[in-house]
């Protein structure tokens, strides 16, 4: 057993989120990242993006609805039922492992996951490339909100470097949840023989892994056109020395958040990340104050390296009343 085998089987049983990181790779897919100006000139200037606490998340039920859907589908007979029997053949009483496991996670799960929110940039129609999307401006970064839109290689890069992982939301009720994990059922019972190879502890590890994000990127369908993706960070789970702590006040509230420097590892295979390379463009949602945050984050990339930031930097014009 070796890491390369450990990771094709991590493959085999993560349909969804590899269908939708090769879908973004060949679309050469953009991201965006709306945030209020305030923050966005923290990131240009500390050269970092912060992560903040699930539990301080717009709506915290979205985590709670990821739970809810993985615990319907594990305590079906026709779905988890399936699954129990399929690990407990591999070894008895690797399901009651797997459930222990993950109930153990409960509190790196919901208290100490951290998270930043990224979200598919534009619908091959000039609007959304234009001026952005009218429901992210209306949720996210206040009256002076701007969104980043950035290239996608170190979120889409399979490097370890970090021990941040990329996640793209599912967005799903508990019926859509049962079909996805369905396909995991169906892929784990179609490389028994893989699952073999790498042992039951290893197969119990990559499902519990795979249990984690599926609890912290599920969303209920009312949410699917915001097309998000999440960065996920579990210091107590998976620690990085290089994503640090701080304590900050974000909305009025004081709150821990980790920071992701903008730096690459090349020799861990992670590029792409430093800001000049990163950066596609920032457009500024609508706001009296658009001059003031346009000369503002003109000048901050400028002093951070960006070339030509004056063309990085347009106002989205989108008529949206406060």
Known sequence: MNDEEVFSFSVQI?????????????????FSHYTSAYVA??????????LRNALVMNDFSEVQHGQSCLLEAWNDEGVGGRLKRILNGLKPGLSDELANGFDERKYDRSAQSYLVSISE????????????RLSMWRAYGGENNVAFVFKNTPFLSESTALMAFTSPVLYADSGRFKVEFTRVVDNLEAH???????GPDKVRQVIENAFHFAALSTKHPGFAEEREWRVIYSPTMWPSERILSDVTTVGGVPQRIYKIPLVNH?????????????LDEI?????????????????KLEAAGVPKPWEKVRRSNIPLRR
């Open 266 to 278: 090349p020799d861990e295979g992670f590029l792409g990340a430093t800001l000049p390379e990163l």
């Open 283 to 299: 457009i500024i949602g609508p706001s009296e104050n658009a001059f003031s945050i346009y000369d503002a984050l003109v000048l």
């Open 192 to 198: 028994l023989g893989l699952a073999a190879t790498i």
């Open 14 to 30: 993560s349909p969804y989120a590899m269908e939708k990181i090769a879908q973004a790779k060949k679309d050469n897919a953009r």
């Open 41 to 50: 000139t923290q990131i240009i200037e500390r050269n970092e993006v912060w």
């Open 121 to 132: 940039h534009g619908s091959g129609t000039l609007d959304e490339d234009k001026y952005g």
